[in-house]
């Protein structure tokens, strides 16, 4: 994976699953720690403060 992180679906837009990470950020199927990639740490605003939030992504949508 590079560096640069990849663009990531509004949070507002995602389901419970996805947001938690049981669930690929792009196309919503279902991960398990075999099949999950990690895509880094990022920060959103979330109940009007800053959150720290791990998405993950099935290997076709995490370019691996």
Do not use: K, Y
Request: charged residues 20%; glycine residues 12%; neutral net charge.
């Amino acid at each position: 994976m590079s560096d640069t992180l990849p663009p990531l679906p509004p949070v507002g837009d995602l389901s419970e699953q996805q947001v938690r990470g049981t669930a690929c950020v792009h196309c919503g199927i279902v991960l398990d720690n075999a099949t999950a990639v990690d895509l880094g740490e990022r920060r959103t605003g979330r109940a009007g403060g800053r959150v720290r939030w791990f998405p993950r992504a099935c290997p076709e949508h995490a370019g691996t």
